[in-house]
């Protein structure tokens, strides 16, 4: 028994078989009509976005309208924080607000609460702005 080892030998490969193992280039009528179904799935897909968008806001309206209404309040208190802030780092406006605050709570307890009659006038233009909002029917809350 011989335990002569055979050298595996190579693959010669000359500028024949390289050439034959590499993909050929694409022509340009082959190139144009992958473009052209490329073009035709966008096309496709646009057309029917409409359709699709209007389907899917139909069955999940009032998900979106809630999230949208939450979005919005959190922005809108953030903006009015921000806002108050910013007013409040002016020199001598806060303490001018907070003196015109206090001015305006004077004068509505003595227009308002001072005698029983202003007390009773105030009562009456509550109810009557309460069953603007509420209605006539609904009882005394």
Do not use: C, H
């Not at 590499?22 to 966008?42: F, H, M, V």
């Not at 209404?69 to 924080?81: E, Q, Y």
């Amino acid at each position: 028994m011989s335990t002569d080892i055979k050298e595996s030998e190579s693959p010669d490969l000359s500028p024949s078989t390289e050439e034959q193992l590499l993909l050929p280039p694409a022509s340009e009528s082959e190139t144009s009509q992958q473009l052209k179904q490329i073009g035709d799935r966008i096309y496709t897909f646009l057309s029917g976005l409409p359709d699709y968008l209007s389907d899917f806001f139909g069955e999940y309206k009032r998900p979106i309208i809630t999230l949208g209404l939450i979005f919005g309040s959190i922005v809108s208190v953030k903006l009015t924080l921000a806002l108050l802030d910013a007013i409040n780092d002016i020199p001598l406006l806060a303490p001018t607000f907070e003196l015109v605050g206090f001015a305006y709570t004077a004068w509505f307890i003595y227009r308002y609460l001072w005698k029983a009659s202003s007390r009773d006038e105030l009562l009456d233009s509550f109810n009557g702005f309460k069953d603007q909002v509420l209605g006539k029917g609904n009882p005394k809350i």
